[in-house]
C-alpha cells in the first residue's frame, strides 16, 4: 500500500526557509492528488498546498507567495520549499495522497474516500 514519509522539519527563527520532502512508495494510481496539510496545537487541520497529476497547484491564502510546492516524479518525491516563516507557520506538517483526485483547488477544500497521509514532520517558527 501507499506510504508517504516526511523529512525537513526543524526549528527556525521568524523569516528563515525550511525545505520538506515527502517520499511516495507503492503509488500505482493514475490520478491523484498531491499535497501538504499542516495540524497545530488545538487548532483544525488545514491545507497548505497542493499539486494535482497536471501539476496545477493550490495554495492557502495565508501562504501564497511564501511557500512553493513541487514534485520530482523521478523520484516520487513531492517538496515544499516554505520562506519568511512566521510563528503562526508552526505546526505538525503532513504530506497527503488523494485518489481519484482531478484539482489541486479542490484539493485545498475536498475530501476524498481513499486518501493516504504520512507521519508527519514538526515545523516550528519562532
Known amino acids: 500500500h501507499v506510504q508517504l514519509v516526511e523529512s525537513g522539519g526543524g526549528s527556525v527563527q521568524t523569516g528563515g526557509s525550511l525545505r520538506l520532502s515527502c517520499q511516495a512508495s507503492?503509488?500505482?494510481?493514475?490520478?491523484?492528488?498531491m499535497g501538504w496539510f499542516r495540524q497545530a496545537p488545538k487548532k483544525e487541520r488545514e491545507a497548505v498546498a497542493t499539486l494535482d497529476k497536471d501539476g496545477d497547484t493550490g495554495y492557502a491564502d495565508s501562504v501564497k507567495g511564501r511557500f512553493t510546492v513541487s514534485k520530482d516524479n523521478t523520484k516520487n518525491t513531492l517538496y515544499l520549499q516554505m520562506n519568511n516563516l512566521q510563528p503562526e507557520d508552526t505546526a505538525m506538517y503532513y504530506c497527503?495522497?488523494?485518489?481519484?483526485?482531478?484539482?489541486?483547488?479542490?484539493?485545498?477544500?475536498?475530501?476524498?474516500?481513499?486518501?493516504?497521509r504520512g507521519q508527519g514532520t514538526q515545523v516550528t517558527v519562532s
Open positions: 497527503h495522497l488523494a485518489v481519484n483526485c482531478y484539482s489541486a483547488f479542490d484539493f485545498l477544500r475536498a475530501t476524498y474516500d481513499r486518501t493516504y
Open positions: 507503492s503509488v500505482t494510481y493514475s490520478v491523484y492528488c
